[in-house]
């Protein structure tokens, strides 16, 4: 069973909307959260990550929303852009040293 | 900074040949980890070096799967007796390792297609 879960597998959004993508998590032991955002034909890219002691993250259009208690968190994409189209992966890790686990993705469809 | 390369970018084997995938990682990283990327299963973690040496392989299929760093400037992943299962891309990343944030740098893939 997937250790952490996305929802939902696809989304289409207009041009200038938020995005609203879903994560949730198993492993109370899971300490650090990066999104990675993948393009077709490329490797994942970090895009934004969050540890466990902070709710909030932010940079540039790009929030994470953090619930602890939940075991959930949401990335949000303000003023969304065609250029913003991608498949978008959650990930955890224990700690630093270690591989990250990633979801199965959200496909993310900007339209003009 | 040419970023993580992996060669070749596609590879197409038959069913029971070899296939070997390389990875040079980001000079000046000590972490090198292999995933393998599938629709259905999404990004499956199989193996992680740190300074060359062996640190996990608990995601690597323990019959036909194996992968070698024998230097700090690349990786291979190595599958013997290829299978149609096996066919999927398979990314090399790399790492520094330091402080609070562990950034994988992912390369482009190996997209390995068995017939």
């Known amino acids: 069973q997937q250790q952490v879960r996305q929802s939902p597998q696809s989304l289409t959004v207009w041009e200038g909307e938020t995005a609203i993508l879903n994560c949730s998590y198993e492993?109370?032991?899971?300490?650090?959260f990066p999104w990675y955002q993948q393009f077709p034909g490329e490797g994942p890219a970090l895009l934004i990550a969050?540890?466990?002691?902070?709710d909030k993250k932010e940079d540039g259009g790009f929030t994470i929303f953090f619930n602890k208690r939940e075991k959930n968190l949401s990335l949000h994409i303000k003023d969304s852009q065609p250029g913003d189209s991608a498949t978008y992966f959650c990930?955890?890790?224990?700690?630093?040293?270690?591989?990250?686990?990633f979801g199965l993705g959200t496909r993310v469809s900007v339209f003009p | 900074n040419a970023g993580v390369i992996q060669t070749p970018r596609h590879k197409v084997t038959g069913k029971g040949q070899e296939a070997t995938l390389w990875c040079e990682p980001i000079?000046?990283?000590?972490?090198v980890f292999w995933y393998r990327q599938t629709i259905v299963q999404g990004l499956e973690f199989l193996t992680y070096?740190?300074?060359?040496?062996?640190?996990?392989d608990s995601g690597m299929p323990k019959e036909r799967f194996s992968a070698q760093m024998p230097n700090q400037s690349h990786s291979t992943l190595k599958i013997q007796s290829t299978q149609p299962q096996d066919s999927a891309v398979y990314l090399c990343?790399?790492?520094?390792?330091?402080?609070?944030?562990?950034?994988?740098?992912f390369g482009a893939g190996t997209r390995l297609s068995v017939l």
């Open positions: 990343a790399s790492s520094l390792e330091t402080g609070a944030q562990n950034t994988l740098y």
């Open positions: 492993n109370s032991a899971f300490d650090y």
């Open positions: 969050i540890r466990s002691v902070s």
């Open positions: 990930a955890a890790s224990e700690n630093y040293a270690q591989g990250l686990t």
């Open positions: 000079s000046g990283h000590s972490a």
């Open positions: 070096f740190r300074n060359q040496a062996p640190i996990d």
